[in-house]
Nanobody, 122 residues
Framework: QLQLVESGGGLVQPGGSLRLSCAAS????????IGWFRQAPGKERLGVSC????????NYADSLKGRFTISRDDAKNTVYLQMNSLKAEETSIYYC???????????????WGKGTLVTVSS
């Protein structure tokens, strides 16, 4: 079973920044489109951002444009999510997920990580 591992979550004050990482230990991420999703307590999981296998195409949830940046470093087999100007309501578990090259991010993905908790609080 292919595994994705998220890291970089933690406690941050409102207005602060965090960078999340999504790494794969036993397969090559550059054959996959990678997405970040988040799920707040008691709420449904929502898409945050998506990046194509080449890195040439990205998209973001409308509320995040200009604050979040998705990127990938295939040499390190890692995808990142830089999050700036974080808000308290963005406290969530953040998940990364992979779908085969040529497909785009959706609620159904091929592989999921277990998530990393981001808490935005003063």
């Amino acid at each position: 079973q292919l595994q994705l591992v998220e890291s970089g979550g933690g406690l941050v004050q409102p207005g602060g920044s965090l960078r999340l990482s999504c790494a794969a230990s036993d397969f090559t991420l550059d054959y996959y489109t990678i997405g970040w999703f988040r799920q707040a307590p008691g709420k449904e999981r929502l898409g945050v951002s998506c990046i194509s296998s080449s890195g040439g195409t990205t998209n973001y949830a409308d509320s995040l444009k200009g604050r979040f940046t998705i990127s990938r470093d295939d040499a390190k087999n890692t995808v990142y999510l830089q999050m700036n100007s974080l808000k308290a309501e963005e406290t969530s578990i953040y998940y990364c997920a992979a779908v085969r090259k040529g497909s785009w991010c959706a609620n159904v993905m091929d592989y999921w990580g277990k998530g990393t908790l981001v808490t935005v609080s003063s």
